[in-house]
């Protein structure tokens, strides 16, 4: 099938007509397509910049709240058994502190309690317990 225009130019029409349906289905898919594509992208870069607020305002009524950490599990500390003139902070401090230091993003407390014992000649010996806890920093504000 070919027809022949002014100025001996020949136009050939190669398609049948569903062929023609076919390919002119497909750019308007393909044009809805990319045009749902470059509405999602501008829909997220104005998300993202309705979000840029939150990081110095969190606050702010849109803001989602802050995902805040999962407190770290805290082994407990029992000393053995130890001779009178101690005391529970002498033991428990000191892991308080390296629990700090290791967790810095959340407030690390304790609980401390302890045992003691008597021999038959009266020595008293005790034995220290300390119970860690971690609280997010932000709860504790």
Same mark, same amino acid.
């Given at each position: 099938?070919?027809e022949?225009?002014e100025? /001996?130019t020949?136009r =050939?029409? %190669?398609? &049948?007509?569903w062929?023609? #349906?076919?390919? =002119?289905?497909l750019?308007?898919?393909? @044009?809805?397509?990319?045009?749902s594509?470059?509405?999602l +992208?501008a829909?997220g870069?104005?998300g993202?910049?309705?979000?840029a &607020?939150? *990081?110095?305002?969190?606050q702010? +009524?849109?803001?989602p &709240? *802050?995902v805040s950490k @999962?407190? &770290? ?5 029992? #000393?053995?058994?130890? /001779?009178?003139? %101690? ?7 000191? =892991?308080?502190?390296?629990y700090? #230091?290791?967790y ?5 407390? $304790?609980? @401390? ?8 000649k009266? %020595? @008293?010996? $005790? =034995? $220290? +317990? ?9 709860a504790?504000?």
């Amino acid at each position: 099938m070919s027809e022949t225009l002014e100025g /001996g130019t020949v136009r =050939r029409n %190669h398609l &049948p007509n569903w062929a023609k #349906t076919l390919v =002119r289905g497909l750019g308007v898919a393909t @044009a809805v397509i990319l045009a749902s594509a470059a509405f999602l +992208s501008a829909l997220g870069k104005f998300g993202d910049a309705v979000q840029a &607020p939150c *990081a110095l305002l969190p606050q702010l +009524s849109w803001c989602p &709240p *802050a995902v805040s950490k @999962a407190p &770290p599990k805290l082994d407990p500390y029992t #000393t053995g058994w130890v /001779g009178g003139g %101690h005391n529970r902070a002498e033991y428990c401090e000191p =892991r308080k502190q390296a629990y700090q #230091t290791q967790y810095p993003d959340f407030v690390i407390d $304790y609980t @401390a309690s302890e045992e003691n014992d008597k021999d038959w000649k009266g %020595h @008293a010996t $005790y =034995r $220290y +317990s300390c119970i860690f806890t971690a609280v997010p920093t932000t709860a504790a504000k």
